[in-house]
């Protein structure tokens, strides 16, 4: 008898223990808000995780681009200005919502959005921005693969010949397979590749001192300035920068959740993000003006040599795939947080491979994008100060840093956040006034400028306006209302 | 169904553990004045250091 009862005891034990771990990993996986005594985090290890994400291939890229518009000097500058300010407004915007209820970050954008706002902003914010840098990355991948190929025959490369398009087409379907297979090969790529991509710019940071003094490389000028006016380059370069600094509005939310308390989810994004990512573009930008050309995969090949520029090029080839897997997982697994019933029904697989198909077409139709990809992370900061300015207007100012994480996780067809129809039209019309400001200051396709550019940027004006806009709205006609649990 | 209760029941647990949490000011870590001045103040100073270093 008492055998049978301890053997119950054990047994309803043993339920109530998956029972707990099944809903913990529900949490991680942003079904529900985690709890304080389940966060993993402290300060420094949510630093070493944020600088794993910066330092990724991308930090040279944006850095080489940098130099095409001014010189290390100024270009130095520029991501130091621009960096801190994106990163500083970016973190502020979705940091501290995570840090402090452990909430997903397309949840609590249910708050600012509605619930079906939330989805069309994570469309836009998400899916765009994943799908344009899988392409790119690609493309990154393709090239040093024919670097790597030219090098070793003693040819000339081609960077956007079919050699190219073939690596890069085979890079984002071997990241699928990856993907496919689940996070766990993802976390082990992770481990190896951030550490070795730190060493990596170590030794080209040496490389180019070998080359040039740092007084020398200081006085070069930029590669390919568009204006005569040095001003205008230099609000163009820290405009990139911005760029750079909102681009991670998508994905540090989600990360912060993670941390132990509200502090430790805001303060490392800035040892971490804007440390990391800052150090990779001076290395980037520096390669770049020194060896005259802005493309890491042919500037990597001119400063190591044959031997250690094999090296560099395979192994930023199979970083660019790390960072793919990353950004495609995060994605996916966001969409199945916002997507329908219909969306959610479809196979992994098969929804990875769905995701894919923009960015294998952009790869073979217009692989001329690589050369422009700045223009593409400059349209992306239209949208991201946008978002950062409303979030930072919704939480600090309207709500006063106070959610119902009750309303924001239960059925929302009738919760108080269905606004109208699931939207909130405030805060989708303050979005597009904010792009529209962008779009209006800078148009990131032309260049073309207001005379205010050169005093403003572009991404400081569209976050005003979009938190100024959402505000005043807000207050005039969202209380009455009943919209949103406005206090 | 009664996964969909089990789970409604385990969403309004975690929802009811923050409310405690918030009436009784006990969030751990909270950013305070001081954190605010001191984003501000790095900002700042980042911006015009290099403004001028390097403009």
Redesign the interface.
Known sequence: MTDHVTHGGFAAAETERA?AER?RA??ERGD??L??SERLWGFWEFTYANSALAIATWAFLIGGSVGLFVGP??????I??GN??GV?LTA?ATT?IS????IEQFIALRSQFGYNGSRVVYVLAVVVLTMGWLAVLAMMFGRSIDGLTALSAGEAANPTGIKMIIAAVGAILVTWFIVAKGPTSIKFFNMIVSPALVILMIVMLYLILQHRSFSELLAMPALAPPFEDN?LN?IIAVEVNLAAGFSWWPYIGNLARLT?????A??PN?VGIFGAAALGEIVGLLAAVALGDSDPTIWMTKIAGPVIGIIALLFVAFANMTSMANILYTSIVGLRQVGTASIRAISWGAILFLFCVIPLGLVVFYPQMYDGFFIFLVWTSALNSALAGIGIADYFFLRRQ?LD??SL??PQENGPYRFWGGFNPIGLFALAVGFGVYVLVFNPQTLASLPIFKYLTASVPSCLAAGTVHYVLTRLFARGRGWGLYP | MDNDIAWQNELARRARIYEDIEAGHRFEGKMTAIDYAGMAALTLLLVVAFWIWGA
Not at chain 1, 73 to 78: D, F, Q, R, T
Not at chain 1, 99 to 102: A, D, H, K, N, V
Not at chain 1, 260 to 264: G, L, Q
């Open positions: 029972e809903n529900a949490a529900a808000p709890l304080p000097k100024e270009g130095i500058a520029a130091i200005i801190i300010v500083m502020l501290p840090g402090r209820y452990g001003t230099f132990k308390k509200e502090r430790t805001f303060w800035i106070k994480v009750r996780h239960a």
